[in-house]
């Protein structure tokens, strides 16, 4: 039986995506500077592995290994010839092992520049870029795309727009917010919640939210999904929370959120609207099935 498509699918319940995908990486001797989509190709039995675990763990939904998988962010390395082949690979990776039961997100992180005036990139060539990402994450067996961490609606229009060229299917759009004055929340480029739901909406989005915002709380982040869902109105909304706001502990990245508070939250948050429930920085299988 054919999996049920994802817009359906969050209009009858709750679904729990999975969690950290760099951490995990990390954990298992990904250096910091190297290209970890590259483990795609030449470690794919520990991407799996990480796939399985937050399977494992209850998770609905799981998210490939390619959020700097398009071609500026590949040059870093030298490897933006490789963009078919790591993007294919890790949706096909996160394919086997979801089988047909559990979805498959494709992941589209930021270029890691500016559009013009502020830098060069048009929005011609950028919708090139995220549409030959786009393109090979469909091929590689992906049920939707997921474009996260973003902070410039100019630049996530031209990626959804880009995923829809390739076909018509789930497009999921997630930002990362900073706590400003008073009870407001804003990515780095100054733009607040009603203005990205409303600019992605209108644009097609089929789910919005946030993930990520190393300045935010866990009460942020609950705050923010309320003002999120608000805005929304009957567009699905997703929130992938960190661990809790990282602090540096004998010089290493640490999130001290534990499994309960993790689970609260995500009572919290489905009990707010939210549609889709999953994690971002430090988030661990654990502290996933500590939300199922």
């Known amino acids: 039986m054919p999996r049920l498509d994802l817009r359906k699918a969050v209009a009858q319940r709750t679904l729990l995506v999975d969690g950290a995908m760099g ?10 500077g190297q290209c970890g989509e590259a483990w795609n190709r030449d470690r794919p039995d520990d991407v799996a592995a990480i796939h399985r675990a937050y399977l494992q763990a209850g998770c609905d939904a799981v998210t490939t290994n390619t959020f700097g998988g398009s071609a500026p962010t590949l040059a ?3 490897l933006e010839a490789e963009v078919e082949t790591f993007n294919r690979q890790g949706a096909a990776l996160a394919r086997k092992a979801a089988g047909d039961d559990h979805y498959v997100l494709g992941d589209i992180g930021p270029f890691g520049d500016f559009l013009e005036p502020m830098g060069t990139m048009t929005e011609d060539e950028l919708l090139g870029i995220f549409t030959r990402q786009a393109r090979a994450l469909r091929e590689g067996g992906a049920d939707a795309i997921i474009i996260e961490t973003m902070t410039d609606t100019a630049e996530a229009v031209v990626a959804l727009r880009a995923a829809k060229v390739v076909a018509d299917w789930p497009v999921i759009t997630t930002f990362a917010f900073d706590k400003g004055a008073g009870e407001g929340y804003h990515t780095m480029m100054g733009q607040g919640v009603e203005h990205i739901v409303k600019t992605m909406v209108e644009a097609g989005a089929d789910v919005v939210g946030a993930n990520c915002g190393t300045s935010l709380g866990l009460p942020d982040y609950l705050a923010l ?11 699905p909304v997703i929130m992938q929370p960190n661990a809790g706001s990282p602090q540096t502990v004998d010089g290493k990245v640490v999130y001290a959120a534990t499994g309960r508070d993790m689970a609260e939250l995500a009572k919290q948050l489905r009990a707010a609207g939210v549609k889709m429930v999953g994690g971002c920085c ?5 502290l996933l099935g500590a939300m199922k």
Not at 23 to 32: D, E, H, K, V
Not at 225 to 235: E, R, W
Not at 282 to 286: H, K, L, N, V, W
């Open 282 to 286: 430090g988030t661990t299988p654990e």
């Open 76 to 78: 870093r390395h030298n």
């Open 225 to 235: 999904a309320k003002q999120l869902v608000a805005a929304a109105g009957k567009t």
């Open 23 to 32: 951490t995990q990486l990390f954990l298992r001797g990904l250096a910091p």
